[in-house]
């Protein structure tokens, strides 16, 4: 394959980091390649929804005069959940729908420093609530590998420019598996890294760590460049890390032969999950015995780990947006009940959410002492239709609120763990389904090893969606 304009879209970023190296095509030739992709198929998936081509422009002339960077001028799709000095951030909301942040979000600020392009925005459900995205401001974002299914969310934008060939890094965010839902769902990779290691902001609960940003690209060699750009310390992070040195100057070892023991499930027995993710979970568990790794089927108890996620998450929602239940808005239904389930709250709701998540920590904790890592799936169904707001059964049991399908991610977020989320096989009706793979907090360089062990026995990583006019 010639490395044309139209052609470099389908090269993964570590390709185009060498090319870029030699001088065998200029960082112009990237971006124009970037925005021809684009506007050959961002009109059918909608994962793109704001440019800011002249903010590109100007940011490559200036890297020109300076040192060589790490991202070496590869443009970067933000997540519209995240502020861009003078560009468009609606956080999925009528109520911002103009909206052109004054200052930029501290991760942002990081990527540009290492050399990172900005060159747009990806689409997000409101306010980044729920699992599918869409909302009155862009519309839904599609599936590329099946137009008729959800791309996932809150990261689904992101999910879907990646998996399309608009992107070879966007950012996610991820409070109860925003992040990792849409990764495996549109066949890339994403991480929830472990707390403070990714300085941002400013927010509004600067001491909240259950509501990270991470690195989506489209295989793990890819992600692990782009989290190493991602990753500072920040004094006006005040849950930033830092020592986090080692994640800088450390190689990853991406073949690594070493050999671990793994726990895995399908459900922690209790969280509902469908036969075919089930059975996903039995083939990956053959795979990974296959390729020499001692593995059971054992894991932490995560008993209670709905009622603490669902307490904190209300409280979140209240302290970020009662507001808005004092005005006429055209908010959608399910932010305003998270809202207003946050306002019922007591304290001893609280202390109970808390006196839970201690001793969901101490399980993996004491998990994590056996055991290297932990796999379970990354969303407890396949991608779903895109017009269906949120699953409400699945098998026999019913949900009656757009949080509780989540649970097999959101109850790792309450442990402070590192996961990862990769497509390992095709569903039924055409998409990608996958895992995420669990680390003890402060073990993301290992994680990302044995993700890369993994990805490399399975081709999805080197896949084109059906749908990506190749």
Sequence with gaps: MTNSIDTLWKLNATQLIKLLDKKDISPEEVLDSNINRINEVNPDINAVVTLCLDRAKKNIFKNKSEDKKLLNNIPVLIKDITEVEGVKTTFGSKLYENNISKVSDILVTNIEKNGGIILGKTNTPEFAAGSNTFNDVFGTTKNPWNLSLSAGGSSGGSGAALASGMAWFATGT?????????????????????????????????????????????????????????????????????????????????????????????????????????????????????????????????????????????????????????????????????????????????????????????????????????????????????????????????????????????????????????????????APIGIQIVAPPFEDLKLLEFAKNLESEINIATMLPINSND
């Excluded at 908010?331 to 207003?340: A, Q």
């Excluded at 055991?371 to 409400?392: E, G, M, Q, R």
Aim: include cysteine; aromatic fraction near 10%; hydrophobic fraction near 35%.
């Design 174 to 430: 991820d409070l109860g598996g925003s992040l990792r839902n849409p990764a495996s769902w549109n066949g890339v990779v994403g991480l929830r890294p472990t707390p403070g290691l990714i300085a941002h902001g400013p927010t509004k609960m600067p001491f909240n760590n259950l509501s990270l940003s991470g690195p989506m690209a489209r295989n793990v060699e890819d992600l692990s460049i782009f989290f190493s750009a991602m990753v500072s310390y920040d004094l006006k992070d005040p849950s930033s890390i830092k020592n986090n040195s080692f994640l800088k100057d450390t190689k990853l070892d991406l073949v690594s032969k070493n050999k671990y023991r793994v726990g895995i499930t399908h459900d922690f027995d209790i969280f509902p999950c469908s036969n075919e993710i089930k059975e996903m979970i039995n083939n990956t568990s053959r795979l990974v015995n296959h390729l020499g790794h001692e593995i059971d089927y054992n894991f932490p108890n995560m008993q209670d780990a709905e009622e603490a996620f669902q307490i904190l998450r209300a409280y979140i929602f209240y302290y970020s947006y009662k507001d808005l239940l004092q005005k006429e808005n055209n908010v959608k239904e399910d932010i305003i009940w998270n809202i207003e389930k946050g306002k019922k709250l007591q304290v001893e709701d609280l202390i109970k959410a808390e006196n839970i998540r201690k001793q969901l920590y101490q399980n993996i904790s004491n998990f994590f002492k056996e055991y290297d890592f932990l796999i379970c799936p990354s969303s407890s169904v396949a991608p779903i239709n895109h017009d269906t707001k949120w699953v409400k059964k699945i098998n026999n049991h019913e949900f009656n609120n757009y949080v509780s399908w989540l649970m097999i991610c959101a109850s790792i977020s309450l442990t402070n763990c590192p996961s990862i989320a990769i497509p390992t096989s095709i569903s039924q009706n055409g």
